[in-house]
């Protein structure tokens, strides 16, 4: 694992270590149940004098701000990816259940109020699967860490909340089915939500994105290079 910490006790040193598991002195406090089923654990963990040789520093000492920032960039495509694969998931199942579904001698997609649902988040997934092609063209290419700092907390804010809108709606679509364990949107609901959380929650993005316009312009969002 990853620990981050002040060397010396000086916040001019940040840094991060490389932790073996298990180590000397690490406590595992509890593993806390969460909303999401994912495979992996969450545990929180007490390191009380944990012994960490030299060469398990990463970047050097006071590298730990820089490489925390390029990892979140790497964090929020991830992230960014995931909710996009999420929403088109539940898109195809609301779509299949419109068609299949009938109500009145007619399938519910005939319908506007089912029909308008569908369109936007067809919308919504084309202009963020698109912005997140943009964003990975970027890093591909090399782009700057600053711009690539920026664009990646407006993918990872436009794609999770993309993501919730749309498994929203895909429920509402299903009705009283999609509520149900058995069914496949129940548990991207649930699963997607926390990506509106973690590696900065949406509002943190928006003060980054906030932060990135009075500094540098405008122009870092709505310029093509």
């Not at 794609?159 to 509402?172: H, K, M, P, T």
Request: hydrophobic fraction near 45%; proline fraction near 3%.
């Amino acid at each position: 694992m990853i620990v981050h910490a002040h060397v010396d006790g000086d916040r001019d040193k940040p840094t991060l270590f490389l932790v073996d598991k298990p180590a000397e002195n690490l406590v595992h406090l509890r593993s806390p149940a969460f909303m999401h089923n994912f495979a992996f654990d969450h545990a929180e963990l007490r390191l009380e004098g944990v012994p960490v040789p030299g060469d398990r520093v990463l970047g050097g000492i006071g590298a730990g701000l820089k490489l925390t920032k390029s990892w979140f960039v790497e964090a929020r495509l991830q992230i960014a990816s995931h909710a996009l694969g999420a929403a088109i998931r539940a898109a195809e199942l609301a779509n299949d259940w419109a068609n299949a579904r009938h109500q009145f001698e007619r399938p519910i997609r005939a319908f506007q109020g089912v029909e308008f649902q569908l369109a936007d988040s067809a919308v919504e997934i084309f202009a963020a699967k698109s912005m997140l092609y943009r964003v990975a063209w970027e890093i591909d290419r090399g782009a700057d860490d600053k711009r690539l700092h920026a664009h990646a907390s407006a993918l990872k804010l436009f794609c999770s909340e993309v993501a919730g809108r749309v498994i929203d709606r895909s429920l509402q679509i299903l009705g009283g089915r999609g509520y149900m364990r058995e069914n496949p949107v129940e548990r991207l609901y649930r699963d997607v939500r926390v990506d509106r959380i973690w590696e900065g929650t949406s509002e943190i993005q928006r003060a980054v994105i906030g932060g990135q316009i009075a500094r540098r312009g405008l122009s870092v969002y709505t310029g093509w290079c």
